[in-house]
């Protein structure tokens, strides 16, 4: 087995960081894709003069490395890795093998669902701060890619669970867990109590003076802790109950009590509204807190910030009717979110691949918020069977412009219209950015 040979599964954004970064540190980098590799990282392989292959994988090239980086979206029971672990390579994950290369402070965030808004609110509030951050890991550029290229003190991670699977010695400054709702389970043999355990690994390395900052109100999170060791500082967040330390709500006003020091802000200031986002505002308020920042500037963070593109994204108001972009909503969780925050009667636009959806959960909310249903997919029956007792109009589109122009002609002045799918969207567009963007072209049209 050759000394400083690394083998990179996957020849996407994660992959091709881990190979530009093993490249720097003087490693002999070799990348593998059982598909076919997009043009615009060939370029960049070939500009670092990294040998890669596409369309099959050696086996021989593979298992002569020390260690293999696994991208995320390749899952452990591949026939392919397996093979290569047998052969005796050590499988790490990109975030793990970044993670050495860099003295930066990390805050690592994690969840089924806010992790982005999240991620990018911690973001906007470090540079308000003047502080050297960068945002990496399931958004913008791969931790190792920026890791390679960039030199900051503070990194702010995006981390899903399937990146957290193959950490073996990564740990952050501040972790922080957000929810844990049924997603992705097919990666988890089905099995929930595995999927909450691969979340709860961000602070498996965690030492005492680090920080996990957690849901209290989240029962998935509680049972998973049961079973969790983290040497971390666990600072409680919740919407429910009253805390003694952590972020709560008293009446109106979110606070945050750390070392008997409160932070006091009205909800209403909040850039973020909806009660989902509360939690994400208090997450980010406690980091803040950790980080001393001053508590002018968090509360201005909180009250300014920019959501991201396609979450909740208000596109335009046409004759009073306001079209709202949610396309990044790929799940039911997601979906509830974005419906319990609408104040106005609804015409909810939904559809597309369904990963196997349970619509149940969303039927009160529906009865309570939408007035009519378009459904935007190839096969619609499972939508038009979970909700035709609860909503009276349903009408099928076959694009994002067909769909727009049929909730602008039910709507009235004073509604809303909400694309929020539940689903993933490789059935009618490229992706969601795809999907959240033909939408909102098509409402500028109106």
């Given at each position: ?39 615009k ?49 050590k ?7 970044a ?10 965030v ?125 600072i ?38 909806g ?11 406690i ?18 910030f ?9 596109v335009?108001?046409?004759?009073g ?8 909503a790929?799940?039911v ?37 939408v007035?009519?249903?378009?459904c ?50 490789f ?20």
């Open positions: 087995m050759e000394h400083g040979h690394l083998a990179v599964l996957g020849g996407g954004e994660s992959g091709v960081g881990a190979a530009i970064l093993a490249k720097k540190k003087g490693l002999v980098p070799f990348l593998s894709d059982a598909g076919s590799i997009k043009e990282y060939k370029n960049v392989l070939e500009k670092y003069e990294i040998e890669w292959e596409e369309g099959a994988h050696s086996f021989e090239r593979l298992s002569q490395a020390t260690e293999l980086v696994k991208s995320p979206g390749i899952p452990k029971e591949a026939k392919i890795v397996k093979q290569v672990e047998s052969a005796g390579v499988i790490i994950s990109e975030v793990e093998f993670s050495r290369y860099t003295n930066a402070k990390l805050i690592a994690t969840g089924s669902n806010g992790k982005t808004t999240t991620v990018n609110l911690l973001h906007h509030m470090l540079k308000k701060a003047g502080l050297k951050v960068g945002l990496a890991g399931n958004v913008g550029n791969s931790f190792a890619h920026s890791v390679a290229s960039e030199s900051y003190d503070y990194y702010v991670l995006e981390l899903s669970s399937f990146q957290l699977d193959d950490i073996r010695k990564f740990k952050a400054f501040i972790s922080i867990l957000l929810n844990i709702t049924p997603d992705h389970l097919d990666r988890y043999e089905n099995d929930f109590d595995q999927y909450a355990n691969a979340k709860c690994r961000i602070a498996m390395n965690s030492e005492q003076s680090d920080f996990l900052l957690y849901n209290a109100d989240d029962q998935a999170i509680e049972k998973a802790f049961k079973k969790l060791s983290t040497q971390a500082k666990l409680p967040f919740s919407i429910k109950q009253e805390l003694l330390e952590g972020a709560y709500l008293d009446k109106d006003n979110l606070t945050i009590n750390l070392n008997n020091n409160h932070f006091i802000m009205s909800i209403h200031d909040l850039a973020l509204q009660k989902h986002n509360l939690y994400n505002s208090m997450a980010s308020g980091a803040g807190r950790i980080l001393d920042l001053r508590k002018e500037l968090i509360r201005e963070s909180l009250s300014d920019q959501n991201v593109e396609h979450r909740l994204e208000k335009a108001s046409v004759h009717i306001e079209f709202i972009n949610d396309s990044k790929t799940n969780n997601s979906t509830w979110y974005a419906l319990e925050s609408m104040a106005k009667p609804t015409i909810w636009i939904l559809g597309g691949v369904d990963k196997g959806n349970d619509y149940a959960e969303l039927l009160e909310l529906v009865q309570d918020k007035k009519a249903i378009i935007l997919g190839t096969d619609n029956k499972k939508i038009i069977d979970a909700f035709k007792d609860t909503v009276e109009l349903i009408e099928e589109a076959g694009s994002a412009e067909e769909a727009v122009n049929k909730a602008y002609e039910i709507g009235l002045k004073g509604d809303a219209v909400l694309l929020s799918p539940a689903c993933a969207s059935d009618l567009f490229e992706n969601y950015e795809d999907r959240g963007h033909q939408f909102k072209r098509a409402v500028r049209a109106l």
